[in-house]
């Protein structure tokens, strides 16, 4: 079984910054693409970042050049940094993971349980 724990999120004024981390645990045989997707009060998730294994990244264009996804595949976890925080970064924040899996060598697809951001103005 695969689980994936997030850590990190919390309150921060306006300008701040917060840095988010989710490990990947449990038995598998890889991870390919990881990511963050946040979701606000009353409106459906979205994407914020994504990072393949050999370390390419996408960002939403509302976040680009305030946040950085990284990763570090030595333990299986996903970072987001996040800078210059503003109150619309407000959100329940999701770890994703394509995870391969020993037995069928398929990816399959894992979320986190999600961790609240908060900005305040």
């Known amino acids: 079984q695969v689980q994936l724990v997030e850590s990190g999120g919390g309150l921060v004024q306006a300008g701040g910054s917060l840095r988010l981390s989710c490990a990947a645990s449990g038995s598998f045989f890889s991870i390919n693409t990881m990511g963050w997707y946040r979701q606000a009060p009353g409106k459906q998730r979205e994407l914020v970042a994504t990072i393949t294994s050999g370390g390419s990244t996408n960002y939403t264009d509302s976040v680009k050049g305030r946040f950085t996804i990284s990763r570090d595949n030595a333990k299986n976890t996903v970072y987001l940094q996040m800078n210059s925080l503003k109150p619309e970064d407000t959100a329940v924040y999701y770890c994703?993971?394509?995870?391969?899996?020993?037995?069928?060598?398929?990816?399959?697809?894992?979320w986190g349980q999600g961790t609240q951001v908060t900005v305040s103005s």
């Open positions: 994703n993971s394509w995870v391969v899996i020993i037995t069928t060598k398929y990816a399959y697809n894992y």
